[in-house]
Antibody, heavy 125, light 112 residues
Framework: QFQLHESGPGLVKPSGTLSLTCGVS?????????WGWVRQPPGKGLEWIGEVYHDGTTTYNPSLKSRVVISVDKSNEQFSLRVSSVTAADTAVYYCVRDTRSRYQPLHGGEFGTWGQGTLVTVSS | QSVLTQPPSVSGAPGQRVTLSCTGS?????????VHWYQQLPGEAPKLLIF???HRSSGVPARFSGSKSGTSASLAITGLQPEDEADYYCQSFDSSLTGSKVFGGGTKLTVL
């Protein structure tokens, strides 16, 4: 059964770097989909962070682009998120997702067909 | 402030029909970009409900349907059931600046 599973520290200090990993099981990360991250601050709505293809190509939300890096580790069937210079505003449940669009489909194609269960990251000293 | 506007709350009695709206602009829904809908049950991750405006995701009951017209999209639920109580989010693409996937602020559906 295809599943995504987030892991990483639940607490990060202000001005530090948030790092999360998403493990892919039941499917190959080298399949023809994009892999991404979506976050949800407590009690608020969803925000798309960005995506990576298994060849390392990335695309990011312009509002977060300067602080975000998404990378892929094909050998371990996982992909990762790093958000630098975090503040309390980055406190959120972070979900990893699979976007159904294929490699050369434009960003506006595809939808988030599969979601991980989410992991809460709190930014606090 | 979300690029896509959804009413914060909608309610209906069991068996009734409700419609959830998602209003955008000429740089997103009005430009023809597809709209997708997600259901988030309490304490759970979102789940894809409707994709590409009108298509139900695998396993989604036919009571759920999507539509789109102009700069708006709608999710209709007929025969409302208690288990439909959840948050619902619309999602599309916005072409302003360099382009980005965007979500609505979400609608909390209460089954009375």
């Amino acid at each position: 059964q295809f599943q995504l599973h987030e892991s990483g520290p639940g607490l990060v200090k202000p001005s530090g770097t948030l790092s999360l990993t998403c493990g892919v099981s039941g499917a190959s990360i080298a399949s023809s989909f994009w892999w991404g991250w979506v976050r949800q601050p407590p009690g608020k709505g969803l925000e798309w962070i960005g995506e990576v293809y298994h060849d390392g190509t990335t695309t990011y939300n312009p509002s977060l682009k300067s602080r975000v890096v998404i990378s892929v580790d094909k050998s371990n069937e996982q992909f990762s998120l790093r958000v630098s210079s975090v503040t309390a505003a980055d406190t959120a449940v972070y979900y990893c997702v699979r976007d159904t669009r294929s490699r050369y489909q434009p960003l506006h194609g595809g939808e988030f067909g599969t979601w991980g269960q989410g992991t809460l990251v709190t930014v606090s000293s | 402030q979300s690029v896509l506007t959804q009413p914060p709350s909608v309610s209906g009695a069991p068996g009734q029909r409700v419609t959830l709206s998602c209003t955008g602009s000429s740089s997103n829904i009005g430009a023809g970009f597809k709209v997708h809908w997600y259901q988030q049950l309490p304490g759970e991750a979102p789940k894809l409900l409707i994709f590409s405006d009108i298509h139900r995701s695998s396993g989604v009951p036919a009571r759920f349907s999507g539509s789109k017209s102009g700069t708006s999209a709608s999710l209709a639920i007929t025969g409302l059931q208690p288990e439909d109580e959840a948050d619902y989010y619309c999602q599309s693409f916005d072409s302003s600046l360099t382009g980005s996937k965007v979500f609505g602020g979400g609608t909390k559906l209460t089954v009375l």
